[in-house]
């Protein structure tokens, strides 16, 4: 069986500034094995972006959910997640045109995910995103967030060329679908570069079935725990709206990944690390001391042998390279 979970919250800098939340969600329940969830932030510095996340997650979950049948096509099912998110920018459209507002008032971000089985068709335009748990207990990046060269976020409104729709190349467990501000803090700069560069300890909370004891304690329970966790993220984390919505699918069979995976990063090295290697690049004259016992080690331990097996001879064109005789 499919479960689900969603929360929206007020940011910090909205509730300061009095500005309306302007993310939204929606989950819809098709059938024991098909649930469609999308999430959506409007742009901030628009008047109306909150009118705009609204009817897009709305209209487009419920699109989806009318028009996809039990005996759809993988094919059929990417042309109606495309149609659902034309569409739903025609809606933003007409509602900007009958208030008599300028359209420019109206962006917003769309990330819609649905999962059937085990399998996750999905539509992505802006910078919110989609991570996925995978059946041997890795969390995977789906999409990535899409912004200009210049930070700027390319909305809905950027049209068919900008969407990313696709299925996903492998089966999946649960689907973690949220805004801007909640999905970056799964990726902190400080494991960007790290063998496992997802907060996995923060993903599984956030997605493992098991974790949540989803099936034992029911929806409700979940979607308040989560609730009141993200309400205890504080601003200096996460001061934007924060949008999160989590589908999973407790019929399908997975495996877990050794204990380390999951465990808490060590914060302090990791900071400590990424710190030196930003100092290192941005002040090289510093290190050039450093640096060059550094090379010179190097060299050291890299020059080849002078005593070469029986069996081998040394190629004396350049002297360092070894072949095997015949």
């Known amino acids: 069986m499919i479960y689900a979970y969603g929360v929206t919250q007020q940011g910090a800098y909205h509730i300061k500034n009095n500005v309306v939340c302007q993310d939204a969600h929606k989950i819809i329940k098709c059938s024991d094995n098909m649930v469609i969830a999308a999430v959506a932030d409007g742009l901030g510095s628009e008047e109306h972006s909150d009118v705009a996340s609204k009817t ?12 996809i049948k039990s005996d759809s096509t993988e094919e059929e099912i990417l042309e109606i997640i495309k149609d659902s998110f034309e569409l739903s920018q025609n809606k933003i459209e007409q509602i900007a045109m009958e208030n008599g507002h300028d359209l420019d008032q109206y962006d917003t971000t769309l990330s819609l995910a649905i999962l059937i089985d085990d399998c996750l068709y999905y539509g992505h335009s802006g910078d919110s995103g989609i991570i996925a748990m995978t059946t041997d207990g890795k969390f995977c990046k789906v999409t990535e967030q899409q912004r200009d060269s210049e930070g700027r976020v390319l909305p809905l409104f950027f049209g068919e060329e900008k969407w990313i729709i696709r299925k996903y190349d492998n089966p999946v467990v649960s689907v973690f679908l949220a805004t801007d501000g909640m999905y970056e803090i799964l990726f902190p700069v400080y494991i960007r570069d790290e063998d496992v560069s997802i907060y996995a300890a923060l993903a599984k909370f956030f997605m493992e079935p098991k974790s949540l004891k989803i099936e034992a304690e029911g929806e409700g329970a979940v979607q308040e725990k989560i ?9 200096a984390q996460v001061n934007d709206d924060k949008t999160v919505a989590v589908i999973m699918n407790t019929d399908t069979s997975y495996s877990m990944q050794p204990a380390e995976y999951y465990a808490e990063p060590d914060w302090p090295s990791l900071k400590k690390k990424y710190e030196d290697a930003w100092k290192r690049a941005a ?4 290190y050039k001391d450093e640096d060059k016992k550094e090379t010179k080690e190097t060299v050291k331990e890299e020059q080849p042998a002078t005593e070469i097996s ?3 001879e040394v190629d004396n064109a350049d002297n360092t390279e070894v072949k095997a005789s015949e």
């Open 56 to 67: 897009a997650s709305e209209f487009s979950t419920e699109y989806c959910s009318n028009h």
């Open 227 to 235: 609730s009141k966790f993200m309400g205890n993220i504080s601003a």
């Open 283 to 286: 002040y090289p004259h510093l």
């Open 310 to 312: 029986e069996g081998n």
